[in-house]
């Protein structure tokens, strides 16, 4: 199955390549390291709301949830929902540390509330989140693309074309420069989600024929809480895995806090991320609904793509686009496509161009200047780009893209979220015991993946990666607990301001006195949590 673009396709697209890398240059913002690495913590709540959203929602995010949906139904937006959940605790419990130790990576935190060996760890893990998992699987769902319209191109120079596009604004223009091009980017993807999805719905015969569809094809393609031997999500895993997966990577995962952190201050973040988890819930409509949708309008995709996709479903979000649509219209979904991938992918090169500078070279070279610090996380946005290029096209020889995505977190986010509450909730949690878990975990994930590959442990290997996660997190935080109560408390200076208190939430509550409900941000988030269960308990 191959498609064209027409002559008005490819201006649309040539020309918001060339506007949204003009207006990353205009808005560059490199002149120091705060500048460069933190927009100088200057972010309206607007800017950082779409900023996460559009970090989030990447090109890879398109493909497979809406390939996830053709082919197993809504239980993929389980994923996007639990942003609600996590975003409202992480505003009331975990952005006010966050801000006031003034850091600029989440390993820096850990090296203030425990020692160096948990930040440089942390830090490692990170860099391999963001290069292998999330750049590398944003740039490959753009080859999916390349390829169904030009399929004899080269794939590695498929990858190259979209790094360059992607870092170049980002290399030159810093978090500023990425997160001014992602609220524009945002924009452009959600205009043209609905109406991609507006003429989806009309092709299919409307929400009630979609429904109808999905129960044709499988009665549990409409629930969100699955049977224990769901292949994609049990309910097990929806309970324990998911909730912990979101964690980390709205909690603790540098791309998304940085932002959080560029606040001009604490209400603008916290109003920030609820408006990033409000922008989640449409997905359900705009991009799980429509793959829906494919089961009825093209029940034959996996007969379409056999040879060309390992994964038929992954061909469901392009079909849409290049069958539905007349011309232009392609050119403006097409460009939207490009918008999240590029907003995705700088995204991940600035966060970890900052975590190799600010957590490695500014401790070897402590002196360096700020302008020395700015060129050194160009140089590692560069290095970074090409070890993704390399990467990318291998993740072709993985069933699927989402479950390649959430499987690889799901091994490395249980010892570091482990660590982080024990934390931030126990105070006699102390850098031994920290290191111990952060060491099990390696351990663990190293053993499941050697077991996957020779065959180590068949019970071990078929238990579901969203159940894994939380036994990974159990047995870390045992460790960390046996450690760090058979070795010294922590000194005192680790601990002042950097455990949660009944005190924290009431000092928090004088700033509110007075203000109105709409900008008051605990009430906010009860009315975001209200909206989101109303969505999962008519969808359970």
Request: proline letters at 5%; glycine letters at 6%; aromatic letters at 14%.
């Amino acid at each position: 199955m191959n498609f064209t673009f027409t002559t008005l396709d490819l201006v649309i697209i040539v020309g918001y390549i060339l506007a949204i890398v003009a207006y990353g240059f205009y808005h560059r913002k490199a002149g120091s390291s705060e500048e460069y690495f933190l927009a100088g913590r200057n972010m309206p709540w607007y800017v950082i709301g779409i900023s996460m959203f559009s970090a989030n929602i990447s090109s890879n995010s398109l493909i497979a949830i809406t390939g996830g949906a053709y082919k197993g139904g809504i239980v993929f937006f389980n994923y996007e929902w639990m942003a609600s959940v996590v975003l409202a605790f992480f505003c009331v419990f975990i952005l006010p540390f966050y801000l006031r130790t003034g850091v600029y990576t989440m390993p820096e935190f850990f090296e203030k509330r425990y020692d160096a060996r948990s930040r440089y760890y942390f830090s490692f893990i990170t860099l391999i989140g963001n290069i292998f998992i999330d750049t590398a699987g944003t740039l490959f769902a753009g080859v999916v693309i390349a390829k169904l319209v030009y399929p004899e191109a080269n794939t590695f120079l498929i990858v190259l074309l979209l790094a360059m596009f992607a870092a170049g604004y980002t290399i030159f223009g810093g978090l500023s420069s990425v997160m001014r091009t992602e609220m524009v980017n945002t924009i452009i993807l959600l205009i043209s989600a609905v109406i991609l999805a507006f003429i989806v719905y009309d092709k299919a015969g409307g929400y009630q024929a979609i429904v109808d569809a999905a129960n044709a094809k499988d009665p549990s393609f409409m629930h969100l809480v699955q049977p224990s031997n769901h292949p994609d999500m049990p309910w097990q895993g929806l309970l324990l895995g998911v909730p912990l997966l979101g964690f980390y990577f709205w909690c603790n995962n540098q791309f998304i806090v940085q932002r959080a952190l560029s606040a001009r201050d604490a209400n603008e973040a916290r109003k920030g991320a609820l408006f990033a988890a409000l922008l989640k819930i449409p997905i359900l409509f705009l991009l799980v609904l429509p793959g829906i949708a494919a089961i009825k309008l093209y029940p034959d995709l996996q007969e379409m793509y056999a040879g060309q996709l390992k994964n038929y479903a992954d061909g469901a979000y392009p079909t849409l686009v290049f069958k539905l649509l007349p011309a232009g219209l392609v050119g403006l979904v097409v460009a939207g496509f490009l918008a999240a991938m590029a907003s995705a992918v700088s995204a991940t090169l600035n966060s970890a161009s900052t975590l190799v500078t600010m957590d490695f070279v500014q401790k070897l070279r402590p002196g360096l200047s700020s302008q020395g610090l700015v060129r050194a996380g160009q140089i590692a946005t560069v290095g970074f780009m090409l070890i993704t290029v390399a990467w990318a096209p291998q993740i072709a020889n993985f069933e699927s893209l989402m479950n390649y995505m959430q499987s690889v977190l799901a091994l490395i986010s249980p010892p570091v979220v482990a660590i982080f509450l024990l934390g931030l909730f126990w105070k006699r949690a102390n850098a031994d015991g920290a290191f111990a878990a952060l060491m099990a975990g390696l351990a663990m994930a190293l053993f499941s993946v050697a077991s996957q590959v020779y065959e180590l442990s068949p019970a071990w290997n078929q238990v579901h990666f969203l159940v894994k996660a939380p036994i990974l997190l159990a047995v870390c935080m045992t460790v960390q607990l046996v450690v760090s109560l058979a070795t010294a408390p922590p000194p005192a200076e680790k601990i002042v301001g950097m455990i949660w208190t009944p005190q924290v939430y009431a000092e928090d509550s004088i700033p509110l006195q007075g203000v109105p409900w709409y900008q008051n941000y605990r009430v906010l988030a009860v009315l975001l949590l209200i909206l989101t269960f109303a969505v999962v308990f008519y969808y359970r």
